[in-house]
């Protein structure tokens, strides 16, 4: 059966980042968090698409267990992989490529919430997302996961199936700001893993030449 690979993407605005000061091992460091909407059930978005609640809810109590109660921190990269047809690479979190730490996620009626910080003192990849945040630059946070295709119902709706699986969310650079609501715009991507046709995206290594 083939999959198809889902994303969504939310602009991070203002009032959701901030840098606290942490104390580790008696010394100080800066920390960037970001706080805000991370997800949406029940809703449909500019794809006709809508992620069932009770789907949701599951994979995001498995990413809890599996990842921030499991191993203290939920991995996102800098960009989406380039996967092509290798689905492999989808559901594996690159720590080499790793921008943030994922530290809450939690529900709100029909939205998921969640706090990440950046990871600054990891690689490049960190250090670029830091770069841009602190130059106004306002990046997206975009889920990452994998499934079959929707069914479309009678209105013309696409319902995400029930074998969908959550892998993560990682920090991009060209979020959309469609339906913004306070603290988040959404941006429904929608990508075929078995198809051979490539589409151009404006990296975030390119919104930082405008930086430094």
């Known amino acids: ?9 939310y602009v991070i605005r203002d009032h959701d980042v901030k840098e606290v000061i942490q104390e580790i091992n ?17 809703e449909i978005n ?4 809508i992620y069932p609640k009770k789907i949701l809810e599951r994979e995001v109590r498995k990413v809890i267990s599996d990842k921030i109660q499991g191993e203290g921190v939920l991995i996102g990269e800098l960009e989406h992989p380039s996967a092509g047809n290798d689905m492999s ?4 979190i690159a720590y080499e490529r790793a921008a943030i730490g994922i530290k809450e996620l939690r529900f709100n009626g029909n939205e998921i919430l969640g706090k990440c910080e950046i990871l600054e003192d990891a690689n490049d990849c960190g250090r670029s997302v830091a770069a841009v945040v602190r130059a106004g ?13 929707p069914a479309t119902n ?15 969310w990682d920090i991009v650079s ?3 700001t ?3 609501r306070l603290n988040a715009a959404l941006n429904e991507e929608y990508e075929m893993i078995v198809s051979e046709s490539k589409k151009y995206k404006k990296t975030l290594w390119q919104v930082l030449e405008r930086y430094v």
């Open 137 to 149: 630059g306002k990046p997206g946070i975009s889920s990452r996961g994998f499934g079959s295709s």
């Open 89 to 92: 690479r989808v559901q594996r």
């Open 154 to 168: 009678q209105k013309g709706e696409l319902i995400v199936a029930e074998d969908y699986s959550l892998v993560t």
């Open 1 to 9: 059966m083939n999959h198809v690979y889902l994303s969504e993407a």
């Open 174 to 176: 060209d979020p959309s």
């Open 26 to 42: 008696g010394r100080e460091r800066r920390v960037l968090q970001l706080e805000g909407r991370f997800g949406m059930t029940e």
């Open 46 to 49: 500019r794809n006709r698409r």
């Open 178 to 180: 469609y339906g913004a």
